[in-house]
């Protein structure tokens, strides 16, 4: 196995379990990734005949899409160092009138469940009205071990976290909003650390975790896709602005222990 400076930022073209077996293990701080979600395509209707990526189907039987998803997220596990968190954006789906939850899967892997966050979008593109409006995705934070505690600036957030989507991009059909993974890493890593996101796609996760000062690792299986992620890479000084705005929220007015002396918290316990 190659030692892990031979990956440090590079953006490899490849298939994901292909390449992360050749990862060493406890070599990595974070992860963040969306995966595809199965959303069959053209067959699954109207909508997501949009969500079709160059180079690759997405339209696995759903139990081998699950049992894939489950060793690409212990392959993770494995390369991960102890102590450390991925980040796992999923959604909600429906098939056939049934729902699938994303914890089916991930009950199954070895990661300990930290904490469900619910990405409220705040759009949908229904035109039906089977169901409520479906604006929330949900984010899965999943630890090797114990993390280390948030500071109160980061803690401040809710489980909720309101950030719209990227608008329609003429190169990907399903592009993080930059603002998300930058809270993602601003809050987790504490000093330099090393970022991978493994279905990199237009490489959202890398070029904020470069502005941040981080290495970072990137893999998709589209040659375009990384030939984009390259060029954004070199250009990802554009992007410090977003990055920053979304720094800027990162702010407490009192810290945990500020609030402790002044008995803030004993008095709302009296209550
Ligand atoms: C939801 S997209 C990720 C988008 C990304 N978060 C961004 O901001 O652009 C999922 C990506 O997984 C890639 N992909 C699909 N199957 C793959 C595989 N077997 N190995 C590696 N990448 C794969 C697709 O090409 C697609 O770019």
Redesign the pocket.
Known sequence: MLPIENFLNKVIN????E?LVQIPSDSVDLGI?????NKKERYGGWLVDKVV????R?VLPEEDYQKWQVDVLNELFRIIKPGGSFFY?HKVRYENGRMIHPIEWLLKTKWTFWQEIVWNRKIAGNIRGWRFWQVDERIYWLVKGKPEELRPEHAKFTSVWEIRP?PG?KE?????PIEL?TRIIYSILDGKGIVI?????????LVAAKILGHDYIG????KD?VDY?LKRLDQAEKERNRVLKEISLHAVELTFEERKEMGLWDRKLKK
């Open positions: 490849g298939d994901v379990l390449v990734t969306s995966p595809p979600y990526y160059k180079g690759v997405d954006n990227e991009h990907h059909p399903a592009v993080f993974p996101d493994p279905f990199c796609g237009t490489g959202t996760v893999v998709d299986i589209s896709y992620t």
